[in-house]
């Protein structure tokens, strides 16, 4: 790891103007993978602003919206009521995302923003577009089995690593980003980028803005959601599949639908269609096989991957049989 400077921040706008003013500068926070990424030589800031210390640590309700500061950690997300009554897919991402250690530290908005867990980005010997773009992208041509199947370019075919972005992402959640003397909400279907040519664009942040709060829509009472992670070990492993799907069935019907898949995209993947498909219908077999083939309409496998396109099927189905079971 490279010598670098460390400030501490008092207050949002200080934080914005020293990082913005530095194109050598990050934020730091909980630190859960940016510092393994330092220490790996993959990111090498000279400057880190300390935010840990700024008040976007809270949850707060309203009768339609969660408002969830970005320094919030995802255990103290995990344990709020509201989660827990209201939202069981993003409970459930939470926990199964990480152990008890790194939820007490990792936090929502650092989360949102973790870089891919694929072993080229993160060996600076071999060659990845998105540590260093126009290298050319080692995992194509090598080992690429947890790699992805949606989303994909020539350039890059890692994975996004972050689980709770998947039913963040389903419920049609937003976040909210200041920076010098602005502020923007962007919608996360907006917010992430396919890596297309430039795969080390990863979403529509500018260099100095900083998220500062989560803005999660709840689903009306009585919508039946869960989070559905297949991995290679029951232990906190990244997911293969993984499926957050949210059903309100009233009177033998589905009214409303909300639905995307971890571990198969570049980016997490909302299935628009899917959800289409599944509104007005009854739920059952029939509905959920056509949802599944929806989901993964596109997909695209190479050599060691190919398997996740059955899988993400087989998971679709088995989180929506799950939740029309559910009393």
Same mark, same amino acid.
């Given at each position: 790891?490279?010598?670098?400077?460390? *400030?501490?921040?008092?207050? *949002?706008?200080?934080?914005?103007?020293?990082?913005?003013?530095?194109?050598?500068?990050?934020?730091?926070?909980?630190?859960?993978?940016?510092?393994?990424?330092?220490?790996?030589?993959?990111?090498?800031?000279?400057?880190? *602003?300390?935010?840990?210390?700024?008040?976007?640590?809270?949850?707060?309700?309203?009768?339609?919206t969660l408002t969830v500061?970005?320094?919030?950690?995802?255990?103290?997300?995990?344990?709020?009521?509201?989660?827990?009554?209201?939202? %069981?897919?993003?409970?459930?991402?939470?926990?199964?995302?990480?152990?008890?250690?790194?939820?007490?530290?990792?936090?929502?908005?650092?989360?949102?923003?973790?870089?891919?867990?694929?072993?080229?980005?993160?060996?600076?010997?071999?060659?990845?577009?998105?540590?260093?773009?126009?290298?050319?992208?080692?995992?194509?041509?090598?080992?690429?089995?947890?790699?992805?199947?949606?989303?994909?370019?020539?350039?890059?075919?890692?994975?996004?690593?972050?689980?709770?972005?998947? %039913?963040?992402?389903?419920?049609?959640?937003?976040?909210?980003?200041?920076?010098?003397g602005a502020e923007r909400?962007?919608?996360?279907?907006?917010?992430?980028?396919?890596?297309?040519?430039?795969?080390?664009?990863?979403? *529509?942040?500018?260099?100095?803005?900083?998220?500062?709060?989560?803005?999660? %829509?709840?689903?009306?009472?009585?919508?039946?959601?869960?989070?559905?992670?297949?991995?290679?070990?029951?232990?906190?492993?990244?997911?293969?599949?993984?499926?957050?799907?949210?059903?309100?069935?009233?009177?033998?019907?589905?009214?409303?639908?909300?639905?995307?898949?971890?571990?198969?995209?570049?980016? %997490?993947?909302?299935?628009?269609?899917?959800?289409?498909?599944?509104?007005?219908?009854?739920?059952?077999?029939?509905?959920?096989?056509?949802?599944?083939?929806?989901?993964?309409?596109?997909?695209?496998?190479?050599?060691?991957?190919?398997?996740?396109?059955?899988?993400?099927?087989?998971?679709?189905?088995?989180?929506?049989?799950?939740?029309?079971?559910?009393?």
């Amino acid at each position: 790891m490279r010598s670098f400077t460390y *400030v501490r921040a008092d207050s *949002v706008d200080q934080a914005v103007t020293e990082v913005t003013a530095d194109p050598e500068a990050a934020y730091l926070a909980g630190g859960t993978t940016q510092v393994d990424l330092m220490k790996d030589e993959v990111f090498r800031p000279l400057r880190l *602003v300390d935010i840990t210390r700024l008040p976007l640590r809270e949850v707060r309700a309203d009768d339609d919206t969660l408002t969830v500061g970005a320094l919030t950690t995802m255990e103290e997300l995990a344990a709020h009521e509201v989660v827990t009554d209201r939202l %069981p897919l993003v409970r459930q991402a939470l926990l199964l995302g990480a152990s008890p250690q790194l939820r007490h530290m990792a936090t929502m908005g650092g989360n949102l923003l973790q870089r891919t867990r694929c072993r080229y980005f993160r060996d600076p010997d071999v060659a990845c577009n998105k540590r260093e773009p126009g290298a050319g992208c080692g995992a194509i041509d090598g080992f690429h089995r947890m790699h992805a199947v949606l989303g994909t370019s020539p350039h890059c075919i890692a994975t996004h690593a972050s689980d709770v972005a998947v %039913p963040l992402l389903a419920l049609g959640a937003s976040v909210r980003i200041r920076g010098q003397g602005a502020e923007r909400v962007v919608p996360l279907t907006e917010f992430y980028r396919v890596p297309g040519g430039t795969p080390h664009v990863e979403n *529509v942040l500018e260099h100095g803005e900083l998220i500062t709060h989560l803005e999660i %829509p709840l689903p009306p009472r009585g919508t039946r959601s869960g989070y559905l992670k297949v991995r290679d070990r029951a232990s906190y492993e990244f997911a293969l599949v993984s499926v957050a799907a949210a059903l309100l069935i009233d009177d033998g019907t589905i009214r409303a639908a909300h639905l995307a898949l971890g571990g198969v995209g570049t980016v %997490p993947w909302r299935v628009p269609r899917a959800e289409e498909l599944l509104r007005g219908a009854a739920p059952g077999p029939d509905a959920f096989a056509a949802a599944a083939e929806a989901a993964l309409g596109g997909a695209q496998a190479r050599r060691d991957n190919g398997f996740k396109i059955e899988l993400g099927r087989r998971a679709v189905v088995r989180m929506l049989s799950t939740l029309a079971e559910e009393p």
